[in-house]
């Protein structure tokens, strides 16, 4: 545990630090670290709804580390001083509306039962790890490759915690 606290404390350092390549994120890298952001809201916030209506505590441990991903994701906009679309953003409320459309889908479809939250979990860590294999090579910034590397660990140990 105390390993984990002084890798994440180092790799927070890194992702807060911009990389000698900041000024030259193309329009369609800056587009695609927004869309992340707004991803991990969108599991924060389907999520978040989840723990308020399901009786378990996974929902509510994972919602917080939806929180660091967006909080990491947050940081890499602020370095490249790139706007973040989700400051000022409710649970449920997003720029982007194919991500707003979603959220609703998937709220509807998880509140039929535990099973069916818990099958709209596994579907939004899919998700998250497909896109974040294919963001991933859009990218060399070594901060914004350490930033994904954390979001594809934190995406693996949810869809073990959704699947088991």
Known sequence: MKKKLITAIVLVGILATPSANAVSLTAAQKGKLQ?????????????????????????????????????????????????????????????????????????SEGSTSTIAAFGVGVK???????????????FSQSDILAGLDLLEKGSQNHLAAFIR
């Open 124 to 138: 939004v860590e899919k998700m998250d790890l497909a896109d974040l294999k294919s963001i991933r090579k859009l």
């Open 35 to 107: 869309y992340l952001v707004e991803e991990e809201k969108l599991a924060r916030d389907v999520y978040g709804y989840f723990s308020t209506k399901v009786t378990t505590q996974r929902f509510s441990n994972i919602v917080k580390s939806e929180q660091t991903h967006m909080d990491q994701i947050s940081n890499l906009l602020d370095s490249y001083k790139i706007s973040n679309p989700t400051v000022g953003k409710a649970a449920g409320e997003f720029k982007n509306k194919s991500l707003a459309n979603l959220y609703k889908k998937l709220i």
